[in-house]
């Protein structure tokens, strides 16, 4: 069984008498530990389908199935529960505590959760041991966002959830961040969802879905996913 299957999923947003369809009828599923990335321009309802992924939102219609749960009409409070126990979020900008440490911030996400991965294992998964005694403002962009890679791992999440996660790095840095969270993932068995407008940076995904409009344009499956260079 796929470990996300998202079948028919629309989500409008209805402000006054005017209707926007962020998500149109959008069905695609994904395999357990694979990294998919979703390209598209602005406005496409990337982080739209993110959010719903997430617990973060509920669609309008269509069912969004996580591990064999439709979460699609969960409750606030499934929601909430659902994103705390199977959910890490990485975001464009690291929101990093910036008065506590590398090893800190990684250690306070792990200290909320029950089965939380070793601090120092996800320090070196993501290539931060020798950093872990920075404070943010004293490690390079790419390093912050490894940073906060380890911060969601630490939580052991089965999803991990990325908001543009290069968007903020230049493309070499960006390229290295995606290769990060590549290895986390196939070292934990995590499945990973990546938003991101740049497609050198989502050619990288074993998975790559297309939004266009509100709606799929195409999910091509990479055999040998690789960066253009
Ligand atoms: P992307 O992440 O691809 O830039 P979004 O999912 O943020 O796209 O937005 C898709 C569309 O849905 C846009 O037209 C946006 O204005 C609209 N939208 C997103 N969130 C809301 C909201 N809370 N209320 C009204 N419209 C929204
Ligand atoms: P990038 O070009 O990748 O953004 P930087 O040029 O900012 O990287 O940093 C290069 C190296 O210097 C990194 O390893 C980073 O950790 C280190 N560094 C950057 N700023 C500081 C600082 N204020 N204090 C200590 N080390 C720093």
Redesign the pocket.
Same mark, same amino acid.
């Given at each position: 069984m796929a470990y996300i299957e998202v079948a028919h999923e629309t989500r409008q947003f209805q402000n006054g008498d005017q209707t926007t369809v962020a998500n149109r009828d959008i069905s695609f599923t994904v395999e357990r530990g694979a990294v998919v990335t979703i390209l598209g321009p602005s406005g496409a309802g990337k982080s739209t389908l993110l959010n719903i992924l997430g617990g973060m939102d509920s669609p309008t219609s269509g069912s969004v199935k996580i591990d064999g749960t439709d979460i699609a009409h969960f409750s606030p409070k499934q929601l909430t529960t659902y994103r705390r126990q199977a959910v890490g979020f990485v975001f464009q900008f690291y929101n990093l505590i910036p008065n506590l440490t590398a090893r800190e911030n990684v250690e306070l996400a792990s200290q909320i959760t029950h089965d939380a991965r070793d601090v120092t294992e996800t320090l070196t998964l993501v290539g931060l041991k020798d950093?872990a005694a920075?404070?943010p403002?004293? /490690?390079?962009?790419?390093?912050q966002q490894r940073v906060a890679i380890a911060r969601a791992v630490a939580k052991n999440p089965k999803l991990l959830l990325c908001d543009e996660p290069t968007g903020a /790095?230049?493309y070499q840095?960006g390229k290295q961040v995606l290769q990060v969270i590549q290895d986390a993932a196939r070292q934990t068995g995590t499945t990973v969802i990546i938003v991101t407008h740049n497609s050198a940076i989502a050619q990288m995904g074993d998975q790559v879905i297309r939004i266009n409009d509100a709606q799929i344009q195409s999910v091509v499956t990479n055999d040998h996913p690789t960066p253009v260079a």
């Amino acid at each position: 069984m796929a470990y996300i299957e998202v079948a028919h999923e629309t989500r409008q947003f209805q402000n006054g008498d005017q209707t926007t369809v962020a998500n149109r009828d959008i069905s695609f599923t994904v395999e357990r530990g694979a990294v998919v990335t979703i390209l598209g321009p602005s406005g496409a309802g990337k982080s739209t389908l993110l959010n719903i992924l997430g617990g973060m939102d509920s669609p309008t219609s269509g069912s969004v199935k996580i591990d064999g749960t439709d979460i699609a009409h969960f409750s606030p409070k499934q929601l909430t529960t659902y994103r705390r126990q199977a959910v890490g979020f990485v975001f464009q900008f690291y929101n990093l505590i910036p008065n506590l440490t590398a090893r800190e911030n990684v250690e306070l996400a792990s200290q909320i959760t029950h089965d939380a991965r070793d601090v120092t294992e996800t320090l070196t998964l993501v290539g931060l041991k020798d950093r872990a005694a920075n404070f943010p403002a004293q /490690l390079s962009g790419g390093e912050q966002q490894r940073v906060a890679i380890a911060r969601a791992v630490a939580k052991n999440p089965k999803l991990l959830l990325c908001d543009e996660p290069t968007g903020a /790095l230049d493309y070499q840095t960006g390229k290295q961040v995606l290769q990060v969270i590549q290895d986390a993932a196939r070292q934990t068995g995590t499945t990973v969802i990546i938003v991101t407008h740049n497609s050198a940076i989502a050619q990288m995904g074993d998975q790559v879905i297309r939004i266009n409009d509100a709606q799929i344009q195409s999910v091509v499956t990479n055999d040998h996913p690789t960066p253009v260079a």
